[in-house]
């Protein structure tokens, strides 16, 4: 490999105008690739498989406008008083202005669903009013009956009697001798007015059954009806009083519906609502859009991230003396982050992309980029003050130090690629797009770099250097003789830094995950603002709503429906932590309720997730056979969960990988074990440090934490991949020249002494550029930015400058020659990695070359007993 990268950089010092515009049209292919098919970033976070994406799915499928896209705003009186008419219909106005955009759906009038949820009241209360009335005239209708029964009884006694008298006439008459027809004829009006009485008594029998009957039907309706209005008022007991209108009128909360759901509708789209919105006029009215609805993709350069920028400029000068030589780092990062990052972003029309995924390849990419070309650069102005010859400067300081930055850079894509092992999609490909912005930023460092230093000549090195070189002075001066740390020094430093990072880690033992909302926006902008209106007008739980797909039986009448529905409803209210339940119907096939969960609290609070636990271990209550959840809070729960899951078993493989390469490295068992150590402890101490500034809220003020909450939920596992590679970089280029002179012969604990002397001041700079990279997304718009940039930021200062240079030389002088150990039957089976090009040994044959007596003990070959290293 060393041969390999002399032989690239040679050939690209030759022909730089051929490398620099090769670089050049890659990057226009990359942007042009980017513009022709680049898709939509998506600001939300979505695992499949997990119980809330399932539940969302078939809400898609069995609710179609219940799974669209929604989002919203809130408006209140800047002084707080009761929305006014006019303010009103302002605000009706503007909705139907927001319902015109292409994308949108529908829009909902807070006022017209109050007037709506009013009109159910009254209806209930006129059902109530009407039923008062028909159950006093229930009551009194049985008294009616038997009444009237009675006066039939009498009537049909009279009748019979009657008829017993006028048959006793006739027998009478009969027995007198009179004719049969006589007799007749002399009663016939008699009997025809007694049948006529006989009808007349029939007919109010009928009469009286057919009230009866009526009675019977109106009773029942009256139980029925009896019973609608206590489940509606039951199913009203458990909506608490639900509202979209505050209770003393001062704010109201309007919905906007988009066609799509939420990770297909458009940045154009919600940027064309949130304009209607924030470009609309109310008098005496705040318009706040919720984050929801805005969902903005977050900026990849902002202020703070040029300041981290200038930082990395400045520590560039200092090291490298010369501004036009401190801008080739940056040039060459920000070509590479270019080519990466636009290439990796043209790919988002395929697969789904998270907008932090770009955001964390140009935060790598800029930093592993500055640092690879700062490695090369050192190397090679190092080998010019020699004397050496500029090609072959440029060539030896690509096989020797480029090398090295290949190693590296391999161990950081291979640790971020890793991230594809926890079967985590959005991980995955954020771990494979920073891998493939890491990849280009190396193969830019290999060529681009030895391109533009040979354009640059001697004027690599300042005035000063050149004037120096020219004169050839005599460097036979007086060398500072290197003498190892006391033991007395080593322990207390060894037992100090432990110490330092176990204590700064102690608050990790306490971390939450979660994922920001809007209160983790900043307090100026309209995303905190409408989420602290909504919590201060309608509760905190407002704005973490659950959604509850309850499945029923598909054959249920209207009653035993509606008996259902209240039974599950008061069965969630019933829970301390819900504050409102609204049911919201049921699917077009009868077999699926659904229901709105307004939890008391806001999704990251600890109750609402202890909430989200409660209601999935319910025994479904009613004619209910199932119960599944949806929504921002238990999609927080459920990405969360399923990280923490994944983590031990990436931090494992991580740190497995670790000892493999050190081990194949520095062919030690002592040193893998002590360089992973500090790697636990450095990622330990950075993570208790975000914990203790983005949970607990310490020194929020400094770093813009007004609103502490559980952490990122996908940072841990970010920061373990990330940090190992770039933990992995800093042992590399401190312990190799403790390695080589310890091969050299030179004593274990001397040795210790010089590889640090040799290559503190290059880390030192490279770490201070990482610090400063990452340090300004400390200070993003975005809330999914910052904590990242901050957790990489303290995690490489921890393990640069507490591990690699105070506590790692400090163990391996307490174990002296220890440090070094390998059994032999290991030895002789692991390959020789020649990580510091000790082979090109052979190809520094010139007479410039023969001249850096004094140069670091890495430009030459040492040979053990049995192979280089």
Known sequence: MAKLLYRLGLGAAKRPLAVIFSWLVMLAIAAAAFLTFGGTLVSTIDIPGTPTAQTTDRLQEEFPDAARGTGNVVFQTVDGSELSTDQREAITTVLEDAGEVDGVAEVIDPFATEAELAEQQQQLTEGRQELKVAGQQLASAPAQLEAAQEELDAAAAELEAAQEQLDAGKHQALGAGLPEAAVEQQFATQQAQLDAAVEELEAGREQLAEERTNYEEGRAEYEEGQELVELGDRLLTTTNDYSVVSADGSAAIGTVQFVDQDMDVSTEIREAVVTTFTDAQIDGVDILPSQELSMAVPQVLGWAEVVGLVIAGIVLVVMLGTFITAGLPLLNALVGVGVGALAAMAFSSVVEMSSVTPVLGVMLGLAVGIDYALFIVHRHRTQLKTGMEIRHSIAMANGTSGNAVVFAGSTVVIALLALNLTGIPFLGLMGTVGGFVVVIAVLVAITLTPAMLSLLGHRALSKRERRQLNERADRTGVTKTLQPMSTARAVFTAIGTIAVLALIAIPVFSMRLGIPDGSAEAPDTSEYQAYAAQAEHFGAGRNAPIIAVADIPADLDQTDLLTTTVEQAEQIAALDEVEHVVPVGENEAGDILMY?????????????????????????????????????????????????????????????????????????????????????????????????????????????????????????????????????????????????????????????????????????????????????????????????????????????????????????????????????????????????????????TTDDAGRHADETATDTPVTTSRRKV
């Open 596 to 844: 709105q969960i307004i939890p008391v609290h806001d999704a990251n609070h600890e109750a609402t997730v202890n909430l989200v636990y409660q209601l999935r271990d319910l025994d479904p209550a009613g004619e209910v056979t199932n119960l599944a959840l949806a929504g921002h809070a238990t999609g927080v729960i459920d990405i969360s969960d399923a990280l923490a899951e994944v983590l031990p078993l990436y931090l494992g493989v991580v740190v497995g990988l670790s000892l493999l390469i050190m081990v194949l490295v520095f062919r030690s068992l002592v040193v893998p074990l002590i360089a992973s150590g500090g790697f636990v402890l450095s990622v330990g101490a950075a993570m208790g440090a975000v914990v203790a500034i983005y949970q607990w809220g310490w020194l929020g003020d400094i770093f813009m934490v007004h609103n502490p909450a559980p952490v990122l939920s996908f940072l841990p596992t970010i920061m373990i991949g990330v940090l190992f590679g770039l933990a992995m970089d800093y042992q590399l280029f401190i312990s190799s020249g403790m390695r080589e002179a310890y091969a050299h012969g030179t004593e274990a604990r001397l040795a210790v002494q010089k590889g640090f002397v040799q290559g503190r001041a290059v880390v030192a700079a490279a770490a201070i550029i990482m610090v400063s990279v990452f340090g300004g997304f400390v200070y993003a718009d975005d809330s999914y930015i910052r904590p990242i940039g901050f957790g990489l930021a303290i995690g490489v200062l921890f393990d640069a400058f507490l591990v690699r240079m105070l506590m790692v030389p400090a163990l391996m002088h307490l174990l002296g020659p220890a440090a070094w150990y390998l059994p032999k039957w290991l030895d002789r089976i692991l390959p020789d990695v020649d990580v510091e090009g000790a082979k090109l040994a052979e190809l520094n």
